[in-house]
């Protein structure tokens, strides 16, 4: 390749949205991913583009839940004592910006984010012909007690001072907005200011249709090393070499590799996460995803049936799988729905986690051309199309829609 081209390295939300923007701007651009477009991290979330998760996993977080998570009987937090080395540089992070100050600054980082991500989709649904995909209901958050409720008014203060349009419901209400929660809660709080998808594989793919029809290439191909040749980088592969003068580094939490190769050590986490599709009764349908806060976990209506997601797993990216905390799930999920039967296999995934709740958007300090677009966490999918249209703008030396200092691969030494 030459001139104006472009690689983007992974195939999630993230680096198709990246790719689909670079190519509005110009560039002739290439997406590389080991699997077909949106088969790992992004193929298991909620589908949720929620600006109500503006908070960041805190320490206070990890410790609230540490008694119950080390015995990995909280339906929240599991935490694999024998894993511990592979995430003690994201713990030592966690401990040395635990303080007020930085949590707010993350806060407003992530809703900086967020106050874009909608309309950013909107947009990249309408291009490719798929906006029947959102839904656009809200995203109602449930608590089985008071004191539950009553303990996060910090988040709705939040809100409050952020401008994020929410209302809250007693049990009567909560039975109006979903008839098919009749009981088990005692309140809820409806986040407006959030969409939902309804199947994710569809819409990326919607996304990767449009993109090759622009001109766009996809190569399946697992990139082994980035090398400086000339004024290109040369990425290689299994397959064949690669020669690019711009290349986006968006592989979730496989990006951590690549980066080391090149003498970047970013403290990244594998927040893991399962998920199961349950096929319900006609007398059970929900409108809307939902979060049981005290059951540990959301679920979405998808059209492959209801899908319930976890919570974070601390582990390993690749140990193996361990079904207690969907089991959990699961079962605290029966005690107030009638889910019906699960269809299909049980999913695990690893979400790429930084200790401040930021991703990482930006040139590589050393490498200029190799741009950083990873360590979204939980909200990779919604926040695809914003880094997207920000990684564009930034290579092509426009003025970003947004302030990304907070988002620069420079704030871990």
Not at 202 to 221: K, L
Not at 277 to 289: E, G, I, N, T, W
Not at 347 to 352: Q, T
Not at 387 to 407: H, N
Request: hydrophobic letters at 40%.
């Amino acid at each position: 390749m030459a001139g104006k081209s472009a690689v983007v390295l992974g195939a999630g939300m993230v680096g198709v949205c990246s790719a689909l923007h670079l190519q509005k701007t110009g560039y002739q651009v290439t997406l590389v991913d080991r699997k077909a477009p949106g088969m790992e991290t992004s193929y298991g979330n909620a589908g949720l583009i929620n600006r109500g998760s503006v908070f960041p996993l805190s320490l206070s977080d990890i410790t609230h839940h540490l008694s119950g998570a080390l015995l990995k009987n909280h339906p929240n937090v599991h935490v694999h004592l024998s894993q511990l080395p592979h995430y003690w540089r994201w713990l030592y992070y966690l401990l040395v910006r635990n303080s007020q100050s930085s949590y707010e600054a993350s806060v407003k980082g992530l809703d900086s984010l967020f106050q874009y991500a909608v309309a950013e989709h909107r947009k990249l649904l309408d291009m490719s012909g798929c906006r029947e995909l959102l839904l656009e209901k809200g995203w109602l958050r449930l608590y089985r007690e008071e004191a539950s409720f009553q303990a996060v008014q910090y988040q709705r203060d939040y809100y409050d001072r952020l401008g994020i349009r929410y209302d809250i419901f007693d049990p009567e209400g909560i039975s109006e907005l979903e008839p098919a929660i009749t009981s088990g809660f005692r309140k809820g709080v409806l986040i407006r200011d959030t969409a939902s998808f309804e199947d994710l594989s569809e819409v990326i793919n919607d996304y990767v249709t449009a993109f090759q029809s622009s001109g766009g290439q996809f190569f399946q191909a697992s990139a082994q090393t980035i090398t400086r040749e000339g004024d290109n980088f040369l990425i290689e592969t299994h397959g064949e070499n690669i020669r690019s003068r711009i290349v986006v580094l968006a592989l979730g939490p496989w990006s951590g590799e690549l980066c080391e190769k090149l003498g970047y050590r970013f403290p990244m986490a594998a927040e893991r996460g399962y998920h199961q599709h349950f096929q319900p009764s006609d007398a059970f349908q929900l409108s809307r995803p939902i979060h049981d806060v005290e059951g540990g976990y959301v679920m979405s209506p998808m059209k492959s049936g209801l899908r319930l997601t976890t919570g974070i797993e601390l582990s390993a990216r690749d140990a193996p799988p361990v079904s207690k905390q969907l089991y959990q799930a699961s079962h605290n999920a029966r005690d107030v729905f009638s889910l019906g039967n699960p269809v299909g296999e049980v999913w695990i995934g690893s979400r790429p986690s930084m200790p401040d709740g930021l991703p990482v958007i930006g040139e590589a300090p050393r490498h200029p051309g190799l741009w950083f677009a990873f360590g979204h966490g939980h909200a990779g999918v919604g926040m695809g199309a914003i880094t997207g249209r920000l990684i564009a703008e930034l290579i092509s030396g426009g003025k970003p829609v947004i302030d990304v200092s907070p988002f620069s691969p420079a704030r871990f030494k």
